[in-house]
């Protein structure tokens, strides 16, 4: 009876020349791997090549996970590891399986009993969270809300009031062209001692990390994001 592969959560940087973020011992075992799940191929190759790999490219699999991939062809992505091979699981950015589609394939692998292994690496939302003075003991992560600005309004003045009952640092990701609009929404809609952050570009150079109460942003202004991956965190004391 053949011994399944490895599933490895791989996480990759959060934006460029920022490889120095994966540790070494995640570098070595991308390098011991020949086949290859991500959202896209193109982006995982990238990703690899600054690791400097020491197999030919022409030798490895990538297959590509995304909205428009089958519950049919997960299986197949994971038939190197039932034939024993172990495989790699790659976010676009950060952690696989965390605010990103990897998770699907992570159920799969379970249901096939195949072993997975989480990576250390990057995370925006824990890195965020760290530095952001909020609760470390009680947080949730919403992902995105809504676009459109009276439900964006909406829903923030509700999660502040889960905030304030649960004790509980909120939070948020946006698209980055709607950065703008998210903090502005913001500022308009909750409490003026609420605290909010803004966690903008995190581990690159650029890096911005804030916290202020609502009434100290409408004074000091709001940081220009727009275009830059970005996490937003708010939080009420009772």
């Not at 399944?4 to 959560?9: E, I, P, T, V």
């Not at 998770?103 to 890195?127: D, F, N, R, T, Y």
């Not at 001692?193 to 995190?202: G, H, K, L, N, S």
């Amino acid at each position: 009876m053949t011994t399944k592969g490895k599933l490895y959560l791989i996480p990759t940087p959060l934006g460029e020349n920022a490889v120095h973020t994966i540790p070494p011992y995640v570098v070595k075992i991308i390098h011991e791997l020949d086949f290859f799940i991500a959202e896209r191929a193109k982006t995982a190759r990238r990703f690899i090549k600054t690791t400097q790999p020491v197999k030919a490219f022409d030798t490895l699999s990538f297959f590509e996970l995304n909205k428009r991939t089958t519950p049919a062809e997960w299986k197949r992505f994971l038939a190197p590891a039932e034939n024993g091979n172990d495989i790699g699981l790659l976010s676009e950015a950060g952690c696989p399986g965390v605010a990103d589609p990897g998770a699907l394939i992570v159920e799969m692998a379970h249901q096939k009993a195949i072993e997975v292994v989480p990576l250390v690496g990057p995370s925006s939302i824990l890195l965020a969270l760290m530095a952001s003075g909020m609760n470390g003991q009680q947080f949730c992560f919403h992902g995105y809300l809504s676009p459109k600005k009276p439900e964006l309004a909406k829903a923030l003045r509700q999660v502040e009031q889960q905030s304030a009952k649960l004790d509980q640092t909120q939070i948020f990701i946006e698209t980055p062209y709607r950065n703008t609009q998210f903090m502005e929404t913001a500022l308009n809609s909750l409490s003026d001692r609420t605290r909010f952050c803004i966690a903008a570009d995190v581990t690159l150079e650029t890096e911005y990390i804030r916290t202020q109460t609502i009434a100290q942003w409408k004074k000091t202004g709001l940081p220009e994001l727009h275009k830059r991956p970005a996490l937003f965190l708010i939080y009420q004391k009772r």
